[in-house]
């Protein structure tokens, strides 16, 4: 199973903020995490992840700053700013409102849990 | 193979991913850079598990995805990137070109402020714009055009001979202009103020083609950048409107009359120093944004070839004959110039093996009724000048009327030769090329013949 397109541009922001929220980071490490998280489902391009950060940035939620390693080798690093975690606080209360909403219709109280496990059963 | 082996085939491959990356005008250096440490990243997590630096290096960029996708999507956030910007500020990438670009900046500064100081100069020794106007008019070109050429010629690294030779022909024209005893309301003079920018223009022309003076290609980027030149100029003169229209609408609300500072300063200097300013954002912009003449020669081509063929219509129905007054000549001398500029910039933009086009038929058309109008006004002044004698003007006028009929008329047989197909686009273009000296012999006659020849009438 893939993730929809649509979903993973929408959820691409809050992701990439939570993840420079938990430390500075570049490009390649930011892709292997969000492959990490989501067990490789959700489809993560270059042409999706660069230009975002360059958006995030111009924005003024992150900074970047070009740091030397192993040698010649530049690596662009962005940080996330006080602006960038105002910015991953309202996205965070707008996705736990989605994602309660959808939580309540899909495993609320009420009978119809055995409903989901036939209609799953029935696609397997 | 051993791994140093690898190392460096993998260096080339990067090297080459790095140079058509490079290649789209959407991703920047920065970008390449950042996302070859994604490259490299890639590559070495999957060299750790056990693939060949060759191998990884396929897989990784095929992960990667195409290059256009990812262009796209790097336009989508960076659209201004599809606008060229013209380098003022420095291009931050490359410190080469930057460091070149700030440098052309400086000499253009230098030559400007040069250009605006020396047209104050004379006012040191008491010859005032106002009073002295015919002076000024006469000089013009000479304050300006030599600043010109000595920012290509510092830009080019000119041979001191060539040096020599510019500064020569600047001092040759700078004595044509005030040591003949010419009237003030002479014809002469008249001939000599607009002449001598003419003479001038070309020997700025020199100082462009520095570098390979009998080349026929150089010669051919001088046409360009003549014609971009007068773009640049025209669009620095419409600001330049608006800024004293503006000067003088703010200082008048507040009763200050600026009207002596505009004259004296503003107008003056700026248009002097506009010429320079000009030719440097030629040379700045050149490969950076689309040449604007040849554009404006597609246009017209067509628009020009109507009204001269709906002219040769009416004048066999009316039957009327052409009325040669004073400024009919003048007129038709224009005309040919606008027709020969018609032809010049779209030959300079043309690509020289590309087949022969509907365009060049209608230019072909343009030529030839331009010829057939300029016979008919041709035959009118000959008896004129027999019957009346003639002047400055008239010598003057005539003979660039029969350089440029020359022209054309040669130019226009080549162009027979190319529709009938054979004879080859680059005839054309050298002949063109080959001609530039005629003009620039004409003009310099006209300033320092043409005066003693007629006791400076």
Known sequence: MRVAKDLVAASATPMVLGILAEGDSYGYAILRRINGLSGGELDWTEGLLYPLLHRLERLGYVESSWQSVAGERRRKYYRITNTGLAELAEQRRQWDT???????????????RPFIAIALEGQA | MTASDGQDELEAQFAQWRHYVLRR????????????????????????????????FLVAVKRMGSLDDLSREFAREHSERLWKQLVLTGDTDSTVADTRSRR?????????????????????????????????????????????AAFLAWRRRARPALVGVLVAMFALGAVAANAYPLADDSQSAVLTAIHLPIALWFVVGLAYVADDLRSS?????????????????????????????????????????????????????????????????????????????PVLTRLFTPLFTAVLLGFLVAFAVTNAGIDIGRDALILFNLLLVV?????????????????????????????????????????EITGRITEYGTTPNKTAALGENVILLANLAWSGWLMLGLVRRHKTFAALERWQTGYLPVYAAWAWLVVLVLPPLFSYR
Request: net charge negative; with cysteine; glycine share 8%.
């Open chain 2, 339 to 379: 027709v020969l500029g018609l032809l010049l910039y779209s030959i300079s933009a043309r690509d020289p093996l590309a087949p022969l086009g509907l365009f060049d038929k209608l230019q072909f058309a343009l030529v030839v009724s331009a010829l057939a109008i300029d016979a008919l006004v041709l035959l």
């Open chain 2, 25 to 56: 005008r959407e991703l920047q250096q920065s970008d390449a850079e950042e996302l070859e440490d994604h490259l490299r990243g890639s590559v070495d997590e999957l060299v750790a598990v056990g693939l060949r630096a060759d191998e990884a």
């Open chain 1, 98 to 112: 989605v994602v309660d909403a959808l939580k309540e219709i899909w495993l609320g109280p009420g009978d119809f």
């Open chain 2, 104 to 148: 052309d900046l400086f000499a253009m500064v230098i030559c400007t402020a040069g250009a605006v100081a020396s047209f104050k100069v004379p006012e040191l020794f008491g010859i005032s714009l106002n009073r002295d106007s015919a002076f000024y008019g006469r000089n013009f070109a000479l304050f300006a055009l030599p600043w010109l």
């Open chain 2, 217 to 293: 290609r150089r010669r051919m980027d001088f046409i360009r950048f003549t014609g971009e030149w007068l773009v640049y100029f025209v669009l620095i003169a419409l600001g330049g409107g608006v800024l004293i229209a503006f000067t003088y609408g703010t200082f008048e609300a507040i009763g200050v009359d600026p009207e002596r500072f505009i004259s004296l300063w503003l107008l003056p200097c700026g248009a002097v120093g506009a010429v320079v300013v000009a030719g440097w954002l030629v040379e700045a912009k050149q490969s950076v944004v689309e040449n604007i003449a």
